[in-house]
Structure formats: C-alpha cells, structure tokens
C-alpha cells in the first residue's frame, strides 16, 4: 500500500509541476523595475504602484501594489493616496489587499513580475511605474508598447530619482 501511495504522490507532484509551468508559456509579459539605493539621511521604502492603461481613454489593469502590508488594523493603506496618478485612477475605488495585485514593499535591487496579458485588447498601451517615498520624492515612468506582439519584444525606460530602469518584455 505504502509503495502505491508514493507512486501516486509522485504522479500528482509531476502532474502539478507540468501545470504551474504551463501559465510561463502563455502570451504576457515579464516586467522588471529597479528600486535605486538612494544615499539619503532617513530612507523609508517607496510605496509602488504598478498598472497598464490604453493610450486613450479607458480601464487599467493594476499589476501591483507594493505597500506596508503588515502594519495592524490595515493602516498601510492610509499612505496609498501618495501614489497620486494611481490613486485617481484606480487605487481609491479597491479595496485593499487586493489578491495577487498587493505585496510589501520592496528593497533596493531589480524586481521582475510576470503578467498574463489575456484578455487585453488589440492596441497602443502603457506600462505605468509610480513610486512615491516618505520623507522623500514621488516618480512616474511611463513605458510604451503595443499588444497584440507579433514577436518578442522589450520596450525600457528610466527615473531620474525614485525609480531606475523599468522594462515589459513581451511574449506573444
């Protein structure tokens, strides 16, 4: 018994290996930001918001929130409104943590996401990075790209202070 039990658990194990792999085969994109390491008396962690929005006018597509997530009685959350361009768009109207959109904030150093792009329209988007830091600056960086991709594709841009390089790779 003990001995089908393995093969089993085996089997299941390579069943769900095969399908937590399949979602890194679909169309998307990996997108990377770079948090600099500022030189600065009192360093607090930026608070990032990370989201897609057609050129013209319509929804966005929050790809995540980098926030205090661990403080009590949800309080990190009073600090949202500082990333100001998301918050007007989107971030007042959800309620926060948000399921595989919300995380804690980052660190100095390159932090790649994968995003599934399904269901995205056919058009010219952007990939928008806002970071803004207590006792310090608040930055937008504003990435180009257009969906469907035909091919791979990489469009990159870069802040000034708050946020370094930002890149969307694009998988078709």
Do not use: C
């Not at 069943?15 to 990377?32: D, K, N, R």
């Not at 390491?37 to 929130?65: C, D, F, M, S, T």
């Not at 990435?143 to 708050?162: C, D, I, L, M, N």
């Amino acid at each position: 018994m003990r001995n089908i039990r393995f093969k089993t658990t085996a089997t299941l194990a390579g069943g769900i290996a095969t399908l937590a792999a399949a979602p890194a085969l679909a169309a998307g994109a990996e997108i990377s930001v770079t948090i600099p390491q500022l030189k600065v008396a009192e360093y607090h962690r930026p608070y990032v918001a990370i989201w897609i929005e057609p050129k013209a006018a319509g929804a966005v597509r929050n790809v995540a929130v980098w926030y205090d997530v661990d403080m009590k009685n949800n309080e990190g959350t009073k600090w949202l409104r500082d990333i100001r361009g998301w918050w007007r768009k989107t971030g007042r109207t959800l309620t926060m943590p948000v399921n595989g959109v919300s995380g804690a904030t980052k660190a100095p150093g390159t932090h790649k996401i994968a995003s599934p792009l399904a269901g995205l329209a056919p058009g010219s988007y952007e990939l928008v990075v806002e970071a803004a830091r207590e006792v310090g600056g608040r930055e937008v960086v504003r990435v180009p790209f257009s969906w469907p991709a035909k091919a791979p594709a990489t469009a990159k841009a870069a802040g000034t202070a708050e946020l370094g390089a930002v890149s969307i790779a694009l998988k078709p």
